[in-house]
């Protein structure tokens, strides 16, 4: 079953109305005729089971038949700052990252970034960005479509992360696994308590509670590492380094390696 997003505006009551790009998807490349059922999300934790009502020149009317709650999304917010690389590598970080459930991709450019984007440029890589994103979104079934922010200079990306709950940083000089173990070991008690303690409230209470969500950094470095005051200043803000092993990963493994292991501890 095919799944869209829709803005939660577009729902009233057990109607959706689906517009812009999907509407040509839907009519004149999926060829989808009245009948049909889809799957709708809208960016929570909902998904509604649709059928077509009708296809009108720039809409798409669906009738809700259902709707069910779902858990695809991990129950941590994780942002991938991603030092800009070289060619079109991240095109792909950015579709690994979303299928692994990163929740959101700050681009950064670094010292040692040979990509330089002006403003004009940017904007139209990031577009593109976002599609990609919504792309892998869509094929991997998540909840909410990851949004590849505006490229930002290192300061901003460490500014922009001050207030996450934690932050790690993938360091080729960094030595040991055991530091790593106990970082990730503790974060993973952490979100676990977290969850605990929510379930508690929704079985005393019947309402689950509303919380600023547990946020999560990764700050990957570009084709050539980061410079030592750039890994400097990212450790003054809060930034943990930690090793992924003795092997020296491209830029493009490294944040995938990490999200990896991220899943493996935190999905429930």
């Known amino acids: 079953?095919?799944?869209?997003?829709?803005?939660?505006?577009?729902?009233?009551?057990d109607r959706i109305t689906v517009t812009g790009d999907d509407v040509n998807h839907m009519k004149n490349v999926l060829r989808m005729?009245?009948?049909?059922?889809?799957?709708?999300?809208?960016?929570?934790?909902?998904?509604?089971?649709?059928?077509?009502?009708?296809?009108?020149?720039?809409?798409?009317?669906?009738?809700?038949?259902?709707?069910?709650?779902?858990?695809?999304?991990?129950?941590?917010?994780?942002?991938?700052?991603?030092?800009l690389p070289k060619s079109d590598k991240m095109e792909l970080i950015i579709?690994?990252?979303?299928?692994?459930?990163?929740?959101?991709?700050?681009?950064?450019?670094?010292k040692r970034?040979?990509?330089?984007?002006?403003?004009?440029?940017?904007?139209?890589?990031?577009?593109?960005?976002?599609?990609?994103a919504e792309s892998a979104a869509k094929q991997s079934g998540r909840m909410v479509i990851p949004q590849v922010q505006m490229p930002v200079i290192f300061a901003g990306a460490v500014e922009q992360a001050a207030e996450m709950d934690c932050k790690l940083l993938p360091y080729e000089n960094e030595e040991g696994m055991d530091g790593v173990r106990r970082i990730l070991g503790e974060l993973a008690e952490q979100v676990k308590q977290r969850g605990c303690e929510r379930q508690a409230v929704l079985e005393e209470t019947g309402v689950l509670p509303e919380e600023k969500p547990f946020r999560i950094g990764i700050l990957i470095g570009p084709e050539g590492g980061f410079e030592p005051s750039e890994v400097e200043l990212a450790v003054k803000d809060g930034w943990q380094r930690i090793s992924l092993g003795r092997r020296i990963l491209r830029t493009e493994t490294a944040g995938m390696a990490l999200l990896s292991v991220l899943v493996y501890l935190l999905e429930p």
């Open 1 to 13: 079953m095919f799944r869209f997003f829709v803005m939660p505006e577009q729902i009233a009551g």
């Open 33 to 83: 005729k009245p009948g049909e059922r889809v799957r709708i999300s809208n960016g929570t934790d909902e998904d509604y089971f649709c059928t077509i009502m009708s296809l009108e020149e720039d809409a798409v009317l669906l009738h809700v038949d259902s709707r069910e709650q779902s858990s695809i999304e991990l129950p941590v917010q994780i942002y991938l700052f991603q030092g």
């Open 95 to 110: 579709q690994k990252a979303v299928e692994l459930g990163a929740y959101g991709i700050v681009p950064v450019s670094m």
């Open 113 to 132: 970034s040979v990509v330089k984007l002006d403003s004009k440029k940017a904007a139209a890589k990031v577009k593109r960005w976002n599609a990609i």
